[in-house]
């Protein structure tokens, strides 16, 4: 067996989160904990998430690490009346055992490939950091819901060590003055993908989080449970072909 946790909730949240995002990915035991990253180059993100050893019943490490079908593994967990499920070989076969109000089984696609998603380190640069990311979430929350975020961009400018949002609706930019304090002494604007900053924020149940991002870097969005999870999802800022 590769692993088995009762935590079945917490892992189905993250798992829904990421897969909504992207659906093909990496799971790996190491010695402390399970990860599950993705990356997307065509579209400059990446999304790393770590449970802590401490989520499971059993965890062994027999150099696992898989590529898969994210979407199919949250398929196989979502029931609500799933109290614990386990990863492990039958037969030759990778399988997720689900135990609840029916007990099922069922293989876990393997996908062929050397592509490797790289563990990236903590990035240390001079950055601008939100104060309040519970704020910042509603706000994209609220910015999704007047904009089909889909192919929409959204300008994070700060000035004062105010971040001010704005998004494009009818060939106009719209502004958000959402009075939120960044960490920054110089002012500039940098631009993202709407939808996906939107989809990076799906964390519901989590101790702490924080929003980093600086001038022309990557966005970090990142959310922590004490004892349980840490997802942090990053997202290149998009580029004017036309500068």
């Known amino acids: 067996m590769f692993l088995e946790t009762e935590e079945v909730d917490i892992f189905r949240d993250v798992l829904n989160s990421v897969c909504s995002i992207h659906d093909e990915g990496e799971i790996k035991i190491d010695d402390d904990c399970v990860s599950i990253s993705v ?87 001079d950055v601008s950091l939100i104060a309040k990311v519970k704020k910042f979430k509603e706000a994209i929350y609220e910015i999704c819901n007047s904009f089909a975020s889909s192919g929409t961009n959204i300008i994070f400018k700060v000035k004062d060590k105010k971040l001010i949002l704005a998004a494009l609706k009818d060939n106009k930019w719209i502004k958000f003055d959402v009075n939120i304090d960044v960490n920054c002494d110089k002012d500039f604007e940098v631009k993202y993908a709407l939808d996906l900053i939107n989809k990076f924020m799906g964390i519901k149940d989590y101790d702490d989080s924080e929003v980093i991002f600086g001038d022309d870097i990557p966005i970090i969005i990142k959310f922590m449970k004490k004892d349980k999870f840490m997802v942090r999802g990053i997202l290149a800022p998009k580029v004017d072909r036309d500068n």
Not at 80 to 109: D, M, R, Y
Request: proline share 5%; aromatic share 12%.
């Open 39 to 125: 990356m997307n180059p065509s579209q400059a993100y990446m999304i790393q998430t770590k449970f802590d050893k401490k989520m499971f019943i059993k965890l062994n490490k027999p150099d696992f690490k898989i590529i898969t079908n994210l979407q199919y593994f949250y398929n196989l967990i979502k029931s609500k009346t799933i109290k614990s499920f386990a990863i492990l070989k039958k037969n030759g076969e990778v399988v997720v055992e689900t135990k609840g109000t029916i007990n099922k089984t069922a293989n876990l696609p393997i996908y062929n490939t050397t592509a490797n998603v790289p563990d990236v380190k903590d990035i240390k640069f």
